[in-house]
């Protein structure tokens, strides 16, 4: 008889999308001639730069002749990929980053789940409530207990900044720009983060999937700007949201060298051992096409083509929020970040509130309880429509709350 893995019999079903999707196919379908704007998708909805688009035709066209093809590529990354974003994301900011501290993935959801092969089941993990639901749920399917994983709350009472975790976690994920708050941590804020990893022996997870929305000069795009990162955090990128490779799929993950864990003699391992050991057995590497077309996005051309893609969704950002906060909601997020963090008005609850939306005003939000139990109350909108859907989703709530 197969026994299962029943820590997957342990997770929360995971309904949030499928049942906005189920609301929204019963409203349309009950009101056929409503236009229904979705601003809860967290999809792109920009192509790819032309950068990338004529550095993957090439790629493709070097696949069709023998004496160019390429078969399996190292596990790690390309070499020409991997320099270009020690190049471009690290040194030029002035940030000590080596090209084989990188590791390159098909995104940095597979790399985020796919993280916690390398810790052992007992270690202890904090998380943010609101968070990406990815984080959890890769921990209970590794058999972590749920009583292991302490839930640090980001609400408007801490300015949605985690207070220090009471449990002394070996492992501490952040991400910010915050999916789904859209709130940052200032470099102050994230060095004392750092510090108290450092002190406590933790390790932070940092997901940057979000880096390239940021434009204020005191916000930090890497974790590795904070003195003393490079002992205690793994970062994790991807290009879905810098550059449109949602469909594509690639993405990179950061080992420094001078991240250690310990063995159960207590003696010290390089994380980065560990991930290449992981990275070489169960990953086979990004295909070469894709490679090419990430590659192109560090070229003069390509930078400013896809700062041209991000500066148009921070636009739809910006209307957004001026527009809400105009009908009297309380906003967060929305200026170094494609998301923004809604209070529903009245104390609605988040479904409440996203039937609301739905009924009145033909707007699909996604509800912040679905990220959490501190998400109640709130909703997430995203930046990533089209401008004009997005122009006509702001009148629309405006109106409706007038
Ligand atoms: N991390 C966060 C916080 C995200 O919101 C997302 C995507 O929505 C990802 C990681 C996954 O990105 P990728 O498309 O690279 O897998």
Redesign the pocket.
């Known amino acids: 008889m197969l026994t299962i893995n029943d820590n997957f019999l342990r997770l929360a079903p995971s309904y949030l999308f499928s049942d906005i999707a189920r609301k929204v196919a019963d409203y349309r379908g009950a009101n056929p001639d409503a236009q229904v704007i979705s601003m809860g998708i967290?999809d792109v909805s920009r192509p790819l730069c032309d950068a990338s688009v004529d550095a993957m035709l090439k790629a493709v066209e070097e696949m069709r002749h023998a004496h160019t093809f390429h078969g399996y590529g190292p596990e790690q990354g390309y070499a020409f990929l991997r320099q270009a974003i020690a190049d471009n994301d690290y040194t030029a900011r002035g940030i000590d980053i080596n090209a084989d501290e990188i590791f390159i993935s098909d995104?940095?959801?597979?790399d985020?789940g796919n993280i916690v092969d390398i810790f052992a089941a007992t270690t202890k993990v904090a998380l943010t409530d609101p968070v990406?639901p990815?984080y959890f749920d890769s921990n209970i399917m590794a058999g972590r207990s749920r009583s292991s994983i302490e839930f640090m709350p980001v609400n408007e009472a801490n300015g949605f900044i985690p207070d220090m975790p009471l449990s002394e976690p070996d492992i501490i994920y952040l991400?910010y720009p915050n999916?789904p708050t859209g709130t940052v941590l200032t470099r102050h804020q994230l060095a004392a983060w750092v510090d108290y990893a450092l002190e406590h022996k933790s390790l932070i997870l940092f997901?940057a999937?979000y880096e390239a929305y940021i434009t204020s000069s005191d916000i930090p795009r890497s974790i590795y700007e904070i003195p003393g990162a490079r002992k205690c955090a793994i970062e994790?990128r991807?290009f879905?949201k810098t550059a449109g490779f949602?469909g594509l799929r690639c993405?990179f993950t950061v080992v420094p060298h001078d991240v250690v864990g310990y063995d159960h003699h207590g003696d010290k391992v390089q994380l980065h051992s560990l991930w290449l050991r992981r990275q070489t057995t169960k990953f086979n590497g990004a295909s070469y096409p894709v490679q090419r077309a990430a590659e192109a996005i560090y070229t003069p051309e390509g930078k400013q083509q896809i700062r041209q893609t991000i500066h148009y969704y921070l636009e739809n950002a910006a209307t957004l929020r001026l527009s809400l906060i105009d009908s009297g909601l309380t906003v967060y997020g929305g200026t170094d970040s494609p998301y923004l963090w809604v209070k529903t008005p009245k104390g609605l609850s988040s479904w409440d509130f996203f039937e609301l939306l739905l009924h009145q005003a033909d707007v699909v939000v996604t509800p912040g309880v679905g990220f959490g139990n501190a998400g109640e109350g709130y909703v997430r909108l995203t930046a990533f429509a089209s401008h004009e859907n997005t122009a006509i989703a702001a009148r629309r709530i405006t109106d409706l709350l007038k």
């Open positions: 967290g995104g940095a959801k597979s985020t990406y990815v991400c999916n997901d999937a994790f991807s879905s949602t993405g």
